[in-house]
């Protein structure tokens, strides 16, 4: 298999992330050939100074074989996908800034739960509805949040009924997470991903009615999350996975933004989170 691990590194936030990122892939062995590619996104916003950082940090890390693309800036799936199409490989594996490694043999486990009914395997997947979970959050901050955040909260929440709902399954709207997901350019490049160069567009591409999980799934793929042992699940499997914002997410593969906010809060909010993405199918 010809496999581009494509790891996304937003500039603006510093190198922090990068050092992250490389400690956890020096750490833990693939345990499968594979090229690293590297995307410098961000350029735009960033001083020659802090690109060269970068680039010296990647260069010095002793990689065997790897691949430095820049972008002047754009959504990660939008980055993706333009990376999907110019990459000489037949798999990819996206990885966003925050990603890193939490046990060794991690894309030996992709590719062994790869054959030909699979479409898309992620690190996460969970049922939530970003439409439903906003009603959720917003009630969650009338009993807890300042009388300003309470505000927004409501103010967004309007803006989401009026403008988006329509966009949205409610709860349960399955879906693989878009970050440390494999899949083949044959499947990716056929996705109708549409425009993706704001946030709420990228929402719609993960977790809409036309997400990349339902594309995939209408085209008659099985769409798998795997978890730090190489035990993959099917959808109806998820919510006993001990993956994603459950228990304590011991069995996850790959840690990004979402999983750190779900360790970092206080039992109130993991609760939260949890009902959010699993409510009470757990």
């Not at 709860?171 to 899949?183: E, I, Q, S």
Request: aromatic residues 16%; hydrophobic residues 40%.
């Amino acid at each position: 298999m010809n496999i581009a691990v494509i790891y996304l590194a937003w500039l603006p936030y510093g190198v922090s992330y990068l050092k992250d990122f490389l400690k956890s892939y020096s750490n833990n062995s693939s345990g499968h050939k594979h090229k690293l590619v590297f995307i410098l996104n961000g350029i735009e916003f960033s001083e020659k100074k802090m690109i060269d950082e970068f680039k010296e940090l990647i260069h010095a890390a002793d990689i065997p074989d790897f691949e430095i693309i820049g972008f002047e800036k754009g959504q990660d799936i939008e980055i993706y996908q333009k990376v999907s199409e110019i990459l000489h490989a037949d798999y990819f594996l996206f990885l966003n800034t925050y990603s890193q490694f939490n046990k060794e043999n991690w894309l030996k486990y992709y590719v062994q739960n790869w054959n030909e009914k699979v479409g898309l395997i992620g690190a996460t997947g969970s049922y939530a509805s970003y439409y439903s979970s906003i009603i959720e959050l917003t009630k969650f901050g009338l009993k807890y949040a300042p009388v300003a955040q309470k505000f927004r909260n409501i103010k967004y929440l309007l803006k989401m009924f009026l403008f988006q709902r329509n966009k949205f399954n409610r709860f349960p709207a399955l879906h693989v997470g878009t970050n440390a997901f494999f899949t083949s350019k044959k499947v990716f490049c056929t996705l109708q991903k549409g425009s993706v160069e704001n946030k709420m567009q990228a929402y719609y591409f993960e977790n809409g009615k036309r997400s990349m999980t339902m594309q995939i799934l209408a085209l008659g793929y099985k769409c798998l999350i795997i978890d730090k042992f190489g035990k993959a699940y099917d959808i109806p499997d998820w919510p006993k996975s001990n993956i994603f914002w459950m228990g304590n997410q011991e069995k996850l593969l790959v840690s990004d933004n979402q999983t750190k906010k779900y360790d970092d809060s206080a039992d109130s909010e993991k609760k939260l989170l949890k009902k959010i993405a699993w409510s009470n199918l757990n």
